[in-house]
């Protein structure tokens, strides 16, 4: 089998287990200090990911936002922002969105049909054609070939529960807010197809702001930190 990256899942959850609510406006879980973890987590990963579906609903930049480390990482001769990436199987993608327009990073489109993509991109983005099936190992697969070590999956609800169905996925740092949503028709973490396997491993607890970050194992390359052992 070829190799992936270390593939690390993050995403928050209400304490009812949603991402979001119902609404057509995002719902923030994450307090100020929950971020700027997920922004270290970042900056130490060659590569972030979404699904199409995040960059039409909610508009991420996908970028460090710390200055900080921003310098850091092109003090160690990186990019200042890890590669940005993304999964589409309807190739319908706006070009001004941030993904295309903030920062240097370069950017890579995984589609279904490579020819959909270029004709909305144009030259934005490098396009891959996957073919239809769209399976998230082949992604991981392609982005180990062009040098991507440590992939940082941010979501959507599906492509994570897709990361978890194929076993692509090493690392899940799932972060709990203390909200709830109520909502039965909310999107949750697993979708249908989801993963039904071995128990994961609890490799750390932390507390930071408001929220609980969990990360959990999947596989043995998740190793626990050494103040944890």
Same mark, same amino acid.
């Given at each position: 089998?070829?190799?992936?990256?270390?593939?690390?899942?993050? $995403?928050?959850?209400?304490?009812?287990? #949603?991402?979001?609510?119902?609404?057509?406006?995002?719902?923030?879980?994450?307090?100020?200090?929950?971020?700027?973890?997920?922004?270290?987590?970042?900056?130490?990963?060659?590569?972030?990911? &979404?699904?199409?579906?995040?960059?039409?609903?909610?508009?991420?930049?996908? $970028?460090?936002?710390?200055?900080?480390?921003?310098?850091? +990482?092109?003090?160690?001769?990186?990019?200042?922002?890890?590669?940005?990436?993304?999964?589409?199987?309807?190739?319908?993608?706006?070009?001004?969105?941030? #993904? #295309?327009?903030?920062?240097?990073?370069? +950017?890579?489109?995984?589609?279904?049909?490579?020819?959909?993509?270029?004709?909305?991109?144009?030259?934005?983005?490098?396009? &891959?054609?996957?073919?239809?099936?769209?399976?998230?190992?082949?992604?991981?697969?392609?982005?180990?070939?062009?040098?991507?070590?440590?992939?940082?999956?941010?979501?959507?609800? +599906?492509?994570?529960?897709?990361?978890?169905?194929?076993? &692509?996925?090493?690392?899940?740092?799932?972060?709990?807010?203390?909200?709830?949503?109520?909502?039965?028709?909310?999107?949750?973490?697993?979708?249908?197809?989801?993963?039904?396997?071995? +128990?994961?491993?609890?490799?750390?607890?932390?507390?930071?702001?408001?929220?609980?970050?969990?990360?959990?194992?999947?596989?043995?390359?998740?190793?626990?930190?050494?103040?944890?052992?």
């Amino acid at each position: 089998m070829a190799e992936t990256p270390y593939t690390v899942l993050s $995403c928050c959850v209400s304490l009812d287990g #949603f991402l979001d609510d119902a609404t057509d406006r995002r719902l923030v879980l994450s307090d100020e200090a929950d971020l700027d973890r997920v922004d270290a987590v970042r900056a130490g990963c060659d590569a972030i990911l &979404v699904g199409a579906g995040t960059i039409r609903a909610d508009d991420p930049r996908l $970028c460090v936002r710390s200055a900080e480390r921003r310098a850091e +990482r092109v003090r160690r001769g990186l990019p200042d922002s890890p590669l940005k990436v993304t999964v589409t199987e309807r190739g319908k993608l706006d070009p001004g969105a941030r #993904f #295309f327009t903030a920062g240097s990073a370069a +950017r890579l489109v995984y589609a279904a049909c490579a020819s959909d993509v270029h004709e909305s991109v144009g030259e934005r983005a490098t396009v &891959v054609g996957l073919g239809p099936a769209l399976s998230m190992r082949a992604v991981a697969e392609d982005l180990h070939t062009r040098g991507v070590r440590r992939l940082l999956v941010e979501g959507g609800a +599906r492509v994570l529960t897709q990361f978890l169905a194929e076993g &692509v996925a090493d690392e899940l740092q799932l972060a709990v807010a203390p909200l709830l949503v109520g909502d039965p028709h909310a999107p949750r973490l697993l979708g249908p197809g989801g993963h039904v396997g071995d +128990r994961a491993r609890l490799a750390g607890v932390d507390q930071v702001g408001d929220v609980v970050v969990l990360r959990y194992a999947f596989t043995d390359r998740c190793v626990q930190r050494p103040e944890e052992g």
